[in-house]
Nanobody, 123 residues
């Protein structure tokens, strides 16, 4: 059974930074591209960032551009999301997911989801 477990969310002030982690189990982690999505209240779940199986390629949504960085440690079955210069609009539940391509993709293309971690950015 595949499990993705996120951690690191919380309350952050605007302009601050955060680091989210996602530990995967039940799959051969290095065989999967990974990524992060987010869902704000009343909005659809949207792509944020993705990383290739080896970690050599990444892709960001325009909404986070140079404010977000994804990385992975295949030895630890873990993928990370670092975001800086946070804005109130970044408030959302952040989800870890497998990604079949390293580019913005629709949520329907995801096979596995984590439970999500709440990030709240105060103004």
């Amino acid at each position: 059974q595949v499990q993705l477990e996120e951690s690191g969310g919380g309350l952050v002030q605007a302009g601050g930074s955060l680091r989210l982690s996602c530990v995967a189990s039940g799959l051969t982690f290095s065989n999967y591209g990974m990524g992060w999505f987010r869902q704000a209240p009343g909005k659809e779940r949207e792509f944020v960032v993705a990383i290739s199986k080896s970690g050599g390629s990444t892709a960001n949504a325009d909404s986070v551009k140079d404010r977000a960085a994804i990385s992975r440690d295949n030895a630890k079955n873990t993928v990370y999301l670092e975001m800086n210069r946070l804005k109130p609009d970044d408030t959302a539940v952040y989800y870890c997911a497998d990604t079949v391509v390293v580019q913005p993709l629709h949520r329907n293309m995801v096979d596995y989801w984590g439970q999500g971690t709440q990030v709240t950015v105060s103004s």
